[in-house]
């Protein structure tokens, strides 16, 4: 009953999990004497043969592997990892018993895939964040792509892939560290371009034969926030073709002349002055910046002393009466810009027109008027204003509120 070889007492054999029903495990056990036959020697049996992975055919000694049924799985649930059985010998002639461990070491193979632990992932992510941050972190602890296989096999990358719905997301985007998994933002973002983004990311595992290696995909959206890197603009804003920036605008208001202020303030504007942060989506709305007016420069100078802004509202008062003897138009550049002391303002033309009051005389150009015609003259004969009668007497009356 002793062995046949040398070497170490136990029989130690490797076995690719899921091998075949029959699988041969060790096809001599070596062990001394002959089992079967018209003379047997020794006796042959299998112990602690848990669950029957093992067969035994004493004659040849060699030892099978039953699957019938079912898999020999080294995963989990099932995590076989070896199987470990004894195959006693009995000597017929003395009776003396030795058990002959078989040690059978299940290898790995990769036959699974990683599986991601969520359908999505989602972050969202301000405009303003620099290139170079990480800006997903998801995959980390046990919350990416899992792998039950063993070693390699179940270590897991992680892969940015070309999304043909979303052409630019593999390059915005990049996972450095294959390992780890975390999402590092790679070009700038721009919310008024692009808000969101569809990121096909794919795990793969690392087993060592490139081809074996197994994957799965996933899909992690990224929402843009706004942040504030524009400033106001006036409203109604026309956009010049093919940019962002909105036309020269200009604000029409008319005041008659010599009118008490009260009588006419707040000034009516046209279109009412009104500017709005480009930045309209900015969170929480708590975070957008107020908007501050005021009148910038404006001709004639002296415009302060007639007219003011609101600083808040854009409210436009008239400050004392206009004489348009002195002042028939003025024309001013209004400016808005944010009050948490962001640059970039914005301008826009402001035109008031000073309308005539009718309060003028009219006046002759001459105290007196001299006319000549000869004393037969028919009735409606023209009056000449000089002796030889060659041109019509003409009597000019002007008036101040009338131009011309
Ligand atoms: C499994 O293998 C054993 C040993 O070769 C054999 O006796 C048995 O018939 C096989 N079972 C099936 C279902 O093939
Ligand atoms: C093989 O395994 C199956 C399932 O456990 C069992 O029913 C059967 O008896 C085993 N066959 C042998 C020959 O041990
Ligand atoms: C994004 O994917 C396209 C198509 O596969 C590829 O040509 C391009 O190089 C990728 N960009 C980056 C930055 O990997
Ligand atoms: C803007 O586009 C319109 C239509 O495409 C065209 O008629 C117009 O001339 C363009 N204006 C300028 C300033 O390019
Ligand atoms: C601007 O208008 C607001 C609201 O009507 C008012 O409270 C504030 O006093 C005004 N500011 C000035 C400088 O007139
Ligand atoms: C009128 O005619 C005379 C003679 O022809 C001439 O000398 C004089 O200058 C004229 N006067 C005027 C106002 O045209
Ligand atoms: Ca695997
Ligand atoms: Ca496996
Ligand atoms: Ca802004």
């Known amino acids: 009953c002793k062995l046949a070889r040398t070497g170490p007492p136990a029989t130690i054999v490797p076995i690719d999990e899921e091998s075949r029903n029959g699988t041969i495990l060790v096809d001599n056990m070596l062990i001394k004497g002959t089992a079967g036959g018209p003379d047997p020697t020794i006796e042959l049996s299998l112990k602690d043969n848990v669950d029957y992975w093992v067969i035994l055919d004493p004659i040849s000694q060699m030892l099978y592997l039953n699957s019938t049924g079912r898999i020999l799985d080294r995963d989990p649930p099932m995590s076989i990892q070896s199987i470990v059985v004894q195959v006693q010998c009995v000597n017929k002639k003395v009776g003396t018993v030795i058990n002959h461990e078989v040690r059978i070491v299940v290898r790995d193979r990769n036959d699974n895939s990683p599986r991601f632990q ?15 941050t990480t800006i997903f972190t998801g995959f980390s602890g046990n919350n990416g792509a899992t792998d039950i296989d063993d070693g390699p096999n179940g270590q897991i990358e992680y892969v940015i892939q070309y999304n043909p719905n979303d052409k630019t997301s593999n390059r915005t985007f990049d996972i ?130 007639y007219f003011h802004m609101n600083l ?30 962001h640059p970039l303002p914005a301008f826009a033309n402001l035109h008031i027109e000073v309308l005539d009051e009718n309060n003028q005389k009219p006046y002759f150009t001459r105290s007196t008027y001299e006319g000549f015609i000869l004393e037969s003259s028919p009735v409606g004969t023209t009056v000449s204003d000089n002796h030889n009668l060659t041109s019509p007497l003409q009597i000019v009356v002007l008036d101040n509120d009338v131009e011309e």
Do not use: W
């Open 118 to 132: 969520q359908q999505r992932y989602y972050v969202a992510v301000n405009e303003l964040t620099p290139v170079g």
């Open 176 to 305: 450095p560290l294959t390992l780890s998994g975390a999402v590092v933002l790679r070009e700038r973002l721009n919310y008024e371009e692009k808000t969101r983004y569809f990121v096909i990311i794919q795990a793969n595992d690392r087993a060592q034969n490139l081809n074996e290696r197994r994957t799965s995909t996933t899909t992690l959206t990224v929402d843009v926030l706004d942040g504030d890197d524009l400033g106001p603009m006036f409203l109604p804003c026309v956009l010049v073709n093919n940019t962002r920036d909105c036309r020269p605008l200009t604000y029409q208001a008319s005041l008659p002349e010599l009118t008490d202020p009260a009588r006419v303030n707040p000034i009516s504007v046209t279109p009412p002055i009104q500017a709005i942060d480009q930045d309209r989506n900015i969170q929480p709305p708590s975070d957008r910046p107020g908007i501050l007016y005021s009148i910038l420069v404006g001709t004639p100078e002296d415009y302060p002393h």
């Open 312 to 341: 808040t509202t854009a409210v436009l008062t008239l400050l004392k009466p206009i004489n348009r003897d002195l002042h028939q138009k003025f024309d001013l550049v209004i400016k808005a810009e944010q009050d948490n002391g």
